[in-house]
Structures are given as structure tokens and as C-alpha cells.
């Protein structure tokens, strides 16, 4: 045995798990898609993630049990996270970018990106973008890019309420009260009263 | 006094957490000891499309495929993967209330490495686990150094 079969060992024993989603830490983990339309990219929720946290709203009524703080994942899935390539490289995919001398171009060119094919997502529409995806047989399809540590399940009050219903509680569900970090208001509740109904009758569904 | 958290918060791509809303967070942790995100490089292909959430095997579906973690939290991230897998090594070497130093993950898993290499230790079965786990504790002064008393031990009477 080699000291990198050490290490492999090491690192598996500690890592198994049951077959069953659960690591042998006894900490499930969990998948969520992020919707395009209001991530564009899974470069869009990266860049979220790391100027917010992740937040991702669930049924009320299908809390996952199993999570544990720290250990357990939600990983993020995303309709265009997996890119392939039908014809040519990466390299020839930059340097017919670059070619087309659009400074909106360049500016994409040089960003940095964590997930590397929201580079191409995020060129500005054009003909000539279509032109050249379609020129070396670009395509996107859904796929898990990241993945962030559970730290917790929160429930938003409403303004009436002072704690989460015993329901959520009992499941370790904490209670906050949002506002507005601009302004210190109340979060809206107005028409967001009807959409929220509408938005549960849809998870139900 | 209500004694509940009011938090600040501001404008997602979904626009403002609803009140009367559940959510799953990842926040990251004071002192940035948990990474806040880990980009997985290439991503994951999985066609099952889905509203709401699923349990997944994650470690099955890395392990199956040749992934790397990219991106400004790597570093971190790759600390607290390896941490996960360690600390509960040193707690079977040292007992309960152990923790490796910062900094010293590395260390500790090489260490142990060159300890079970050097022993003729060969891996494979829960019996062999337990040899190696017997090993380390043979030479746990060679990990000492990496190691951390946390919380007093229990007092057995």
C-alpha cells in the first residue's frame, strides 16, 4: 500500500455512506433547482450566494428531516449548468469572441467566473453570438454546479404573529422578522398575501 | 420582549422572503470556517428536473465522477471537506472533546498516512478499520501535535 492509498482509505471510511442519501455522520443532504427566470446562470446565484447566503423557500408542509448544521449540503441545480461542445475548444470559443471587437464583449470576456460556461451565457444577445454557439454545437443542459452547507430552516413572521406556528417549531423551524435592510420596514405583505396563497396552492400542486 | 431575531434583508432574484414563508439557508458561519458556497467544476449532469427539494446521495453522485471545487471559497472548502473526513479520525485516536488544530488538517491526514503505510497496514473491511484506528492510537504521539483539547473529558468514576 502507497501513502496515497492511505489517504484514499482515510478519506472513504470517514465519507461512506448507506446508499440511502445518508452519510455514515447521519447527515442527509439535499437537492434544489434554481429557475431561470430569476437566475439567468448559475453564475447569477453564485454571485447571490456569496453577497447574501443561500435562501430557498420550501412548502410548509415538506420540511426535510435528517439535515444536520454544517454537515449536511443542499446542492444547487440549474436548467443550463452543464455545458457541451459539439465542435471546437474553449480557446477557439474565447478567440471568436474576442474577434468580434464589442467592447460589451470584451467586458464578458474578462470577468472572472466560478462557474465557467456562465461565461458564454452571459455574452450580450446578438446574431453574432447565436452565430458563433451555434458555430461550435453549444449546448446547455440542467445540471448540479455547487453545493452550500445547511446552517439552518427559518420562518418569516407575518406582522401579527410573534412565533412560528407549533407545527414548524416542533420541527426546529426558528422564527425571524425580516424588513427591509434599506429602509427598516416591514417586508411587503400587501399583494404578496394573494401571490403567497397562489404560490402554496402551486407547491401543492 | 419578543426575543426574536429581526434580520435585514434585502432584494433576491425572487424578490423579498415572503412573510409567512419557510426557508432553507446556508449562511455561512462567523470566522469563515464554513465555506459560504462550493462550485463543483465540471458540473453535475441530472435531468430530473423538479419544483421544491429532493434528498440526494451527494457523495455517490462526486464520487462517481471526476469533479474539483472551484472558485474564491476552494480554500476554504476544501479545508472543511477534509476536516469533516479527519476529525472524526482523531476523535477515535484521541477520544471526544479533540479537534485538529487550524491549519493542521494536512498535516494530520499525511501523518496518519505515513503511520498506517509504515505499519503494513492494508485497507478493506470493518476489522481492518478497527486495526487502523488501533494503529494511530499506537502512535498517537506522532499526531498529538495536531491535535487540540477542546472541552474537558468526562471524569469516570
Redesign the interface.
Known amino acids: 500500500m502507497n501513502k496515497q492509498n492511505g489517504r484514499d482509505w482515510l478519506a472513504a471510511g470517514a465519507h461512506s455512506t448507506d446508499g440511502k442519501g445518508k452519510s455514515t455522520a447521519g447527515a442527509r443532504d439535499i437537492l434544489v433547482f434554481r429557475g431561470a427566470e430569476y437566475w439567468p446562470t448559475p453564475e447569477a446565484v453564485i454571485r447571490e450566494v456569496h453577497a447574501q447566503g443561500l435562501s430557498v423557500r420550501i412548502p410548509r408542509n415538506n420540511i426535510p428531516s435528517g439535515l444536520v448544521r454544517g454537515l449536511s449540503r443542499i446542492a444547487l441545480g440549474h436548467i443550463k449548468a452543464v455545458m457541451t461542445m459539439e465542435r471546437g475548444t474553449e480557446d477557439e470559443l474565447r478567440a471568436a469572441f474576442a474577434a468580434l471587437g464589442d467592447p460589451q464583449v470584451d467586458a464578458v470576456l474578462a470577468r472572472t467566473y466560478e462557474h465557467a460556461p456562465s461565461r458564454w451565457l452571459e455574452m450580450p444577445d446578438s446574431d453574432a453570438k447565436r452565430e458563433i454557439l451555434e458555430r461550435f454545437g453549444v449546448k446547455f443542459s440542467p445540471g448540479i454546479f455547487a453545493y452550500c452547507y445547511w446552517t439552518g430552516t427559518t420562518y418569516y413572521l407575518k406582522p401579527d404573529e410573534e412565533a412560528a406556528p407549533p407545527d414548524l417549531a416542533a420541527k426546529g423551524v426558528v422564527a425571524v422578522r425580516g424588513v427591509i435592510a434599506d429602509t427598516g420596514e416591514p417586508l411587503p405583505l400587501a399583494d404578496d398575501e394573494r401571490r403567497q396563497m397562489e404560490d402554496e396552492e402551486e407547491w401543492i400542486r | 420582549m419578543?426575543d426574536?431575531?429581526?434580520?435585514?434583508?434585502?432584494r433576491?432574484?425572487?424578490g423579498?422572503?415572503?412573510?409567512?414563508?419557510?426557508?432553507?439557508?446556508?449562511?455561512?458561519?462567523v470566522g469563515g470556517t464554513?465555506?459560504?458556497?462550493?462550485?463543483?467544476?465540471?458540473?453535475?449532469?441530472?435531468?430530473h428536473?423538479?419544483?421544491?427539494?429532493?434528498?440526494?446521495?451527494?457523495?455517490?453522485?462526486l464520487a462517481k465522477r471526476q469533479v474539483s471545487y472551484?472558485?474564491?471559497s476552494v480554500v476554504s472548502a476544501e479545508e472543511?471537506h477534509l476536516r469533516?473526513?479527519?476529525q472524526?479520525?482523531a476523535r477515535d485516536v484521541f477520544g471526544e472533546g479533540v479537534r485538529i488544530k487550524d491549519g493542521q488538517v494536512i498535516r494530520f491526514?499525511?501523518t496518519?498516512?505515513?503511520i498506517?503505510?509504515n505499519a503494513?497496514?492494508?485497507?478493506g473491511g470493518i476489522a481492518h478499520?478497527r486495526q487502523?484506528a488501533q494503529i494511530l492510537r499506537a502512535h498517537a504521539g506522532e499526531l498529538a501535535a495536531c491535535v487540540e483539547i477542546t472541552q474537558a473529558r468526562p471524569q469516570v468514576e
Request: glycine content about 10%.
Open positions: 419578543s426574536v431575531q429581526v434580520r435585514p434583508v434585502t433576491r432574484g425572487c423579498y422572503p415572503k412573510p409567512g414563508g419557510v426557508y432553507l439557508e446556508s449562511q455561512g458561519e464554513l465555506p459560504i458556497i462550493v462550485v463543483i467544476d465540471p458540473p453535475i449532469p441530472h435531468d428536473f423538479h419544483r421544491g427539494w429532493v434528498y440526494i446521495d451527494l457523495d455517490d453522485m472551484v472558485g474564491t472543511w469533516q473526513t479527519y472524526r479520525i491526514r499525511d496518519a498516512a505515513r498506517l503505510v503494513g497496514w492494508q485497507p478499520a487502523a
